[in-house]
């Protein structure tokens, strides 16, 4: 029972990093009582070892937080981002800054500072045995799909809806049509071959039997596939989110050929076992729309205004 409250209050980690340090103890002091006569030199190196084991333990600088009174303590909330120099997207973090600062102003009436984790993959986010994830930081400030295998291992906070579609490197000739008979059209064509990243494009181009001889799949999953798709001098087309075709579309780079019938949530996440922090992060979300910050974030990442996005997203890109 006593474990279990101290678990309840202080949380596995914290517990898992005392019973080290305590072990650790134990053995040192095991090994000064067997090697009497080197005492002082023993006693110097075990002291040096403590000193720098309490210095590991308590450098919580990048390490996640059990409750808000720890965040307000610290005061500091760690969130990963991917990095720029692997994301097509402006990654200006002020803006986060500036807002999350405001936010905490307002609800706490002090400063709590955003600290980011950058990345080059989302993908290990996921993996058990990799835990860049939740051991070093609060929340994901990054977009991304909910689906039933993230939900396994975080809880995600809803910040707007998007659509997959399907995009090519040349003009198609079928805009008279709605977007699923363009779509079926263009899969028909065997002279044409595909860009495939993502469950998404790999279950349609599988469901219409294309075969693997005409599609490519990037090894690198941050490969900036949409570039890629622009710069290929075949005819290939490929399945992406609108939320990052968009901008390549309007520029006229690549052309739009049609909307699956499937829209797609995208959110932020947080740890499961932490509710906590799970209301933090989405009054922090209620903010940023209140505040018109959510419209000035999607702006600086994609250079697209929130109400223009929400009417693509809305209308048939072929009426």
Request: proline share 2%.
């Amino acid at each position: 029972m006593i474990f279990l409250r101290m678990q309840e209050h202080l949380g596995r980690r914290m517990i898992i990093k005392y019973l080290i340090f305590m072990f650790s103890f134990l053995m040192i002091n095991e090994i000064l009582l067997t090697h009497r006569g080197n005492y002082m030199k023993i006693k110097v190196l075990a002291l040096f070892f403590l000193f720098l084991l309490n210095t590991q333990f308590n450098n919580s600088s990048f390490a996640y937080s059990n409750s808000i009174d720890e965040i307000r303590k610290k005061g500091f909330f760690n969130v990963a981002m991917l990095d720029s120099n692997f994301d097509k997207k402006n990654n200006d973090i002020s803006i986060f800054k500036e807002y999350f600062s405001e936010y905490t102003r307002k609800i706490y009436g002090k400063e709590i500072k955003l600290k980011i984790v950058f990345t080059n993959s989302f993908s290990k986010f996921w993996e058990n045995n990799n835990l860049i994830n939740f051991d070093k930081v609060d929340a994901y400030f990054e977009l991304m799909t909910i689906n039933d295998f993230r939900i396994s291992k975080a809880e995600p906070i809803n910040i707007l809806k998007s659509r997959n579609l399907l995009i090519c490197n040349f003009r198609t000739k079928t805009f008279l049509k709605k977007d699923i008979e363009n779509i079926i059209e263009i899969l028909k064509n065997d002279k044409i071959k595909y860009i495939s990243i993502g469950e998404i494009s790999k279950n349609v181009l599988k469901k219409y039997k294309i075969p693997e001889n005409r599609v490519y799949v990037p090894e690198n999953f941050n490969t900036d596939a949409l570039k890629d798709l622009y710069y290929r001098k075949e005819k290939y087309c490929g399945f992406f989110d609108l939320i990052d075709a968009t901008d390549y579309i309007f520029k006229g780079k690549l052309y739009f050929a049609g909307f699956l019938p499937k829209s797609n949530d995208l959110a932020w996440w947080v740890r499961k076992d932490s509710p906590e922090i799970f209301n933090f992060v989405k009054n922090f979300v209620e903010f940023l729309k209140e505040s018109e910050g959510l419209n000035k974030i999607f702006k600086n990442l994609y250079g697209l205004d929130l109400d223009f996005y929400s009417l693509l997203y809305n209308k048939n890109l072929c009426d």
